[in-house]
């Protein structure tokens, strides 16, 4: 089954740009979702199809695929983004999907 | 607007069944297949399964293959999730998805979420 890896922790001040990347083997073929989680809520859909933002999101969540890595990358950083994010892909030649969502990553706001 | 509005929290002794309802609202229901994903205490996201609220056909991820069942009734605009053989390790959030377009697709619709507790 496909393997999506995610850094378990990326720290950034205010104001600056945070990358968050998301490894799988040749996943620029594959498309991408992103997905933005605070602690006791419901996973938020931030980008879609590697860089498609769903209306309600701002322009600051922007996404990008190729070779091996896709990245969610989130300018001038703000405090509420503080949360933790989930790549997710669908491993299209497969008739019995496994891992669909990478291991999440934490992202703290210094 | 679009909603997933699930039931409230259960708790389960091991060894039990549990059945997790989704209520849709806001589109046409048998438009969009409905996922249903878990999370275990500090864990990642975990797909168990969908069902084309349409056709009412199911498709379940092999970790639980066996144990859970998706239903839907289409008149209540509702998806069921039926998990058995409840053992600690199934305690987690357990939520409904709505995908964008097509079955395999991001979801763009979370219901809120529903903790099973599973403990004797």
């Known amino acids: 089954s496909y393997v999506l890896t995610q850094p378990p922790s990326v720290s950034v001040a205010p104001g600056k740009t945070a990358r968050i990347t998301c490894g799988g083997n040749?996943?620029?073929?594959?498309?991408v979702h992103w997905y933005q989680q605070k602690p006791g809520q419901a996973p938020v859909l931030v980008i879609y199809?590697?860089?498609d933002r769903p209306s309600g999101i701002p322009e600051r969540f922007s996404g990008s695929n190729s070779g091996n890595t896709a990245t969610l990358t989130i300018s001038r950083v703000e405090a509420g983004d503080e949360a933790d994010y989930y790549c997710?892909?669908?491993?299209?030649?497969?008739?019995?999907?496994?891992?669909?969502f990478g291991g999440g990553t934490k992202l703290t706001v210094l | 607007q679009v909603q997933l509005v699930q039931s409230g929290a259960e708790v389960k002794k091991p060894g039990a069944s549990v059945k997790v309802s989704c209520k849709a609202s806001g589109y046409t229901f048998t438009t969009h297949a409905i996922h249903w994903v878990r999370q275990a205490p500090g864990q990642r996201l975990e797909l168990m399964g969908w069902i084309n609220a349409g056709t009412g056909k199911t498709k379940y991820l092999e970790n639980f293959q066996g144990r859970v069942t998706i239903t839907r009734d289409t008149a209540a605009s509702t998806v069921y999730m039926d998990l058995s053989s409840l053992r600690s390790e199934d305690t987690a959030v357990y939520y409904c998805a709505r995908p964008v377009v097509v079955a395999r697709d991001a979801f763009d619709i979370w219901g809120q979420g529903t903790l099973v507790t599973v403990s004797s």
């Open positions: 997710q892909v669908w491993d299209s030649d497969s008739d019995h999907p496994g891992e669909v």
């Open positions: 040749n996943i620029e073929t594959q498309s």
């Open positions: 199809y590697d860089s």
